[in-house]
């Protein structure tokens, strides 16, 4: 069976506070790493933490989700892109890590619903 997505984990370190912190900002980065992907965004949901609190988020695509979670005081966001087939997850990664202006990144990959 040929799997049907990949699952790539961001892990951001060294992001900028400011825009961990803002929503509507995190919203248009993350529209912008679905466009990259070629993806089609259904429905976009993000919540604040009020006071110097982060940012929860989320797109769902017709091809699965883009979400992120932050934590401004730590300049540290975690970013889960999950993506049908082979569309381009490097494309929405990149995207992301340059819109958070991170001075450094983890990315793991997996392969989802492959035959064990």
């Known amino acids: 069976m ?8 961001l892990d951001l370190y060294g992001c900028d506070e ?3 912190r803002d929503a509507a900002r995190l919203q248009t980065i993350l529209e912008q790493a679905a466009a990259a992907a070629r993806a089609t965004v259904l429905y976009r949901r993000f919540h604040t933490f009020g006071g110097a609190g982060g940012v929860t988020g989320v797109l769902l695509l017709a091809e ?8 401004p005081e730590h ?13 381009p997850a490097q494309a ?9 202006c991170a001075r450094n990144t983890r990315w793991q990959s997996l392969m989802r619903g492959e035959a064990v």
């Open 64 to 71: 699965s989700h883009i979400s992120i979670h932050t934590w």
């Open 18 to 20: 400011n825009i961990l």
């Open 92 to 100: 929405a990664r990149r995207t992301i890590e340059h819109g958070l």
């Open 75 to 87: 300049r540290y966001a975690a970013a889960d892109i999950f993506l049908c087939g082979h569309m």
């Open 2 to 9: 040929t799997s049907p997505g990949r699952h790539g984990l």
